[in-house]
């Protein structure tokens, strides 16, 4: 890529102590702690991509994400005294567990905050991994607002804070899993794919390979309604979303860490234009790139983003072919590997990060992913009061694969006067430009709901 070069660039990692070597420290205190997760081929990838796909299986530890690595080695490091005090964590739910996880082993008293909307099985997980060393505390509806009450905590209580992404004795556990790749992949990867939340596992993986593999490509994907690391890189600093989408919740960070993007930005970043750049006021600080532009010169490092109804196309896929249960933030890399053109018979590894995906949630990911694929529509339809209007609807403009899967009327009262909302699931994704033509055609009163907008987001 043009502006990037392939020299590591790791002088503010390494001033903060994030290094290869602290990263080679971290892999020995980790070591018969955490689980060596397998480097699995992935046949079906590899045959739609032309390149040699593999999925780095971060969702088989045992506490299904990689989170345990960076919690264990920074409390691996804490004095007795340290210890002694206990520690606090903030988390969207994995690295949660990761704390609880050490809290327990360690038998260390540790406090854990976690945003409201956290789902229940991360929670139970994170109970049941820290047994009775642990109380769980719900507080705001993003990992943000649990931060901040963390943060609290520490300055009221003394306990140490346990950092998700911004330490360097975090990223340097989360780094491992970059030493791990280049040791169980034979060669150098020619792509590595990871995903990014506050940015620590990223950082600690570029700090990594940029050292033991120079010539690799790296490439950070964050949900789009998330993308606090693409903010921060087009802003020259840090940067605090306005809003963020949780459905993404391991992913979900309005505000990227220091460490991540210092290290992102020595690293030379480029990152995927984004319509949340719009915000942002001055010139930006890095070239901002199309997606097709992406062409994995050796040494690049590029950030982009995926929607988050392609992240739950990618999840039903990975469960319904691979048998892996990826959460969505687990699917973040693995849904870029579907986007990306590579070049033929790359290496290409790409991190399914976390696999504690409650399947009360499939429901809602069902139809996320149905209207990404275009399969799902919704219309508000004013019917015309007289007989046999809703049989003329059923007759003359569904299709013949075509199901209404909702129907409700809008008006709370009168509701026989009012429009009703109706949900459309197509037999293929091609019919909806006749079942529109058929609607025109009709008498009725017909407004198509177009997803991302707020009347899809308050009817539906």
Same mark, same amino acid.
Request: net charge negative.
């Given at each position: ?45 590899? #045959? ?8 780095k ?20 490091? !804490? ?12 988390? #969207? ?6 704390? #609880?996880?050490?809290?327990? $082993?360690?038998?260390?008293p ?21 047994k ?43 780094g ?8 169980? *992949? ?16 990223m ?19 964050e949900?789009?309604g ?6 921060? *890189?087009?802003?020259g ?14 992913a #979900? ?5 220091? *460490? ?43 950030v982009?983003?995926?929607s ?40 290409v ?30 219309? !508000? ?17 569904l ?5 209404? $899967? ?10 026989? $006067?009012?429009?009703?909302l ?6 293929d ?23 991302? $907008?707020?009347?899809?987001?308050? *009817?539906?």
């Amino acid at each position: 890529m043009e502006g990037v070069t392939s020299s590591p660039k790791t002088a503010p990692a390494a001033d903060l102590g994030l290094t290869p070597a602290s990263i080679e420290d971290a892999a020995r205190r980790l070591n018969g702690v955490v689980r060596r997760t397998p480097l699995e081929r992935c046949p079906r990838l590899s #045959a739609d991509t032309g390149a040699r796909i593999h999925l780095k299986r971060e969702d088989l530890q045992a506490v299904r994400s990689y989170k345990i690595r960076g919690a264990y080695n920074v409390m691996a490091q !804490l004095t007795p005294e340290e210890l002694a005090a206990g520690v606090v964590a903030a988390s #969207a739910g994995n690295h949660a567990q990761g704390v #609880a996880f050490a809290c327990a $082993t360690m038998k260390v008293p540790g406090r854990i905050y976690v945003p409201t909307t956290t789902p229940k099985q991360k929670r139970d997980r994170i109970l049941w991994h820290g047994k009775d060393f642990v109380e769980l505390i719900a507080v705001g509806d993003t990992y943000d607002a649990a931060a901040a009450a963390a943060q609290s905590d520490v300055v009221r209580t003394g306990a140490s804070w346990i950092h998700a992404f911004d330490d360097p004795r975090t990223a340097s556990g989360q780094g491992t899993i970059g030493k791990e790749i280049a040791e169980q *992949l034979g060669v150098d990867p020619d792509v590595v794919i990871l995903p990014v939340g506050g940015g620590g596992c990223m950082a600690g993986i570029v700090t990594y390979l940029r050292d033991a593999c120079p010539n690799v490509a790296i490439v950070g994907v964050e949900p789009y309604g998330a993308a606090s690391l693409a903010a921060a *890189l087009v802003n020259g600093e840090p940067y605090t979303l306005a809003t963020v989408d949780s459905f993404v919740d391991g992913a #979900a960070v309005k505000r990227v860490g220091g *460490l991540g993007h210092d290290v992102m930005a020595a690293a030379g970043a480029r990152v995927v234009e984004h319509p949340v750049f719009d915000e942002i006021p001055g010139e930006p600080h890095v070239p901002v790139i199309a997606k097709a532009d992406i062409d994995f010169a050796p040494g690049s490092v590029t950030v982009m983003t995926v929607s988050e109804g392609a992240i739950c196309s990618t999840m039903l896929e990975l469960y319904q072919n691979e048998g892996v249960i990826a959460e969505p933030a687990g699917a973040l890399a693995v849904t870029a590997v579907q986007e990306l053109d590579f070049p033929a018979g790359a290496n290409v590894v790409a991190l399914v990060s976390g696999g504690n995906n409650d399947v009360s949630r499939y429901g809602e990911i069902i139809e996320r992913s149905l209207v990404h694929r275009g399969l799902k529509h919704y219309f !508000l339809v004013d019917f015309p009061q007289e007989p046999g209007a809703l049989r003329r609807f059923l007759d003359e403009v569904l299709g013949p694969d075509d199901d209404i $899967t909702l129907f409700e009327y809008v008006k709370r009262n009168n509701r026989e $006067t009012g429009a009703a909302l109706v949900g459309i699931e197509l037999g293929d994704r091609t019919g909806i430009d006749g079942l529109k033509d058929r609607m025109n055609r009709s008498r009725l009163d017909v407004e198509w709901l177009e997803p991302g $907008t707020p009347a899809y987001r308050y *009817l539906t």
